[in-house]
């Protein structure tokens, strides 16, 4: 927007918590897991309830509680399946839970059969796919970096594309302001959202002759 506004949004049908980790998926809709309903450490109540956000209608969904208690210390990280792993965490124990969201139930998933290991801004590169002809979304998800309940590294943005033969043409990001440089998940999803197995792309800043 020309003119960025904070706007509310539904609040968490589960309640305020702390600790939470919010995990962006593959369709952009962010997953929350984890956390602590009181805030003070001397008094834990859990919260076991996954809940799911969505940025298109403003809504949240309530999905299968995790568990284990994931809290302080907790991580959640999307997998390259498109699943997001859940670990850690005061009482948590030590080990994990994989967790697969509701795109994952929609039928076929389609899938890449090639694309590049590297690109630059401001370029276009081509993946290839049997089922370009069903590809409604084009997603590019930054690899994971996270701790305490923040994601440092989280950048989630959907790519132009344009069908081609043997698969699609995609429009890599216009600059390091919308993607930092760095290593990224390309994710294709079909109608019905669901998303394919991601393939990893390094995004790279031009070379500078000296």
Same mark, same amino acid.
């Given at each position: 927007?020309?003119?960025?506004?904070?706007?509310? @949004?539904?609040?968490?049908?589960?309640?305020?918590?702390?600790?939470?980790?919010?995990?962006?998926?593959?369709?952009?809709?962010? !997953?929350?897991?984890?956390?602590?309903?009181?805030? #003070?450490?001397?008094?834990?109540? #859990?919260?076991?309830?996954?809940?799911?956000? &969505?940025?298109?209608?403003? &809504?949240?969904? @309530?999905?299968?509680?995790?568990?284990?208690?994931?809290?302080?210390?907790?991580?959640?990280? !999307? !997998? #390259?399946?498109?699943?997001? /792993?859940?670990?850690?965490? @005061?009482?948590?124990?030590?080990?994990?839970?994989?967790?697969?969201?509701?795109?994952?139930?929609?039928?076929?998933?389609?899938?890449?059969?090639?694309?590049?290991?590297?690109?630059?801004?401001n370029s276009a590169f081509f993946v290839g796919t049997p089922d370009?002809?069903?590809?409604?979304?084009?997603?590019?998800?930054?690899?994971?970096?996270? $701790?305490?309940?923040?994601?440092?590294?989280?950048?989630?943005?959907?790519? &132009?594309? =344009?069908? $081609?033969?043997?698969?699609?043409?995609?429009?890599? #990001? =216009?600059?390091?302001?919308?993607?930092?440089?760095?290593?990224?998940? /390309?994710?294709? !999803? &079909?109608?019905?959202?669901?998303?394919s197995v991601s393939k990893t792309i390094r995004l790279d800043l031009?070379?500078?002759?000296?």
């Amino acid at each position: 927007a020309a003119t960025p506004v904070w706007t509310p @949004v539904a609040r968490m049908p589960m309640g305020g918590r702390r600790d939470v980790t919010g995990t962006i998926l593959a369709d952009g809709q962010v !997953l929350v897991t984890g956390g602590q309903k009181e805030i #003070p450490y001397t008094k834990i109540t #859990p919260s076991y309830q996954t809940e799911l956000w &969505n940025p298109a209608t403003l &809504n949240w969904t @309530v999905l299968a509680p995790e568990p284990a208690f994931r809290s302080y210390h907790s991580i959640a990280i !999307l !997998l #390259p399946d498109a699943r997001v /792993l859940s670990a850690g965490g @005061v009482g948590g124990g030590a080990y994990g839970d994989i967790f697969s969201p509701p795109y994952l139930f929609k039928g076929p998933r389609p899938t890449i059969t090639s694309a590049p290991t590297t690109t630059g801004y401001n370029s276009a590169f081509f993946v290839g796919t049997p089922d370009a002809a069903s590809v409604t979304q084009v997603t590019f998800i930054r690899l994971a970096s996270v $701790t305490h309940g923040f994601n440092e590294s989280q950048r989630f943005t959907r790519l &132009n594309f =344009s069908v $081609t033969a043997g698969g699609i043409n995609v429009s890599a #990001p =216009s600059g390091p302001t919308l993607a930092p440089p760095g290593h990224y998940m /390309l994710f294709i !999803l &079909n109608a019905n959202g669901v998303p394919s197995v991601s393939k990893t792309i390094r995004l790279d800043l031009p070379q500078v002759m000296e």
